[in-house]
C-alpha cells in the first residue's frame, strides 16, 4: 500500500489542480485508514471537479462515514 501511496502522491505533484489524480490519492490514504489526510485530499478534489465528475464527493462521503463507523 506504501507503493501505491506514493504513486498517487508523485501523480499529484506532475497534476497538481487535477481532481482525479487528487481523487486516487484520497482514497488510497482512506484505504490505509488514514481519514483526516484523506478528508483534506478529497476536499480539494470536490473542489477542483467539473460538475460532471462527482467521483470525489462520492468518495469523500464514504470516508466520512467510515470516519464516523471508527469513531474518529
Known amino acids: 500500500m506504501e507503493e501505491s501511496l506514493e504513486v498517487h502522491r508523485r501523480a499529484v505533484e506532475l497534476a ?11 482514497w488510497t490514504l482512506a484505504l490505509m485508514e488514514r ?5 483534506g485530499v478529497l476536499g480539494k478534489a470536490v473542489g477542483l471537479a467539473p460538475p460532471d465528475y462527482d467521483r470525489p464527493w462520492h468518495s469523500l462521503q464514504e ?7 471508527n469513531g474518529r
Open 16 to 26: 497538481p489542480d487535477s481532481p482525479e489524480m487528487l481523487n486516487n490519492l484520497g
Open 35 to 39: 481519514y483526516d489526510e484523506a478528508e
Open 63 to 69: 470516508v466520512k462515514r467510515r470516519k464516523q463507523m
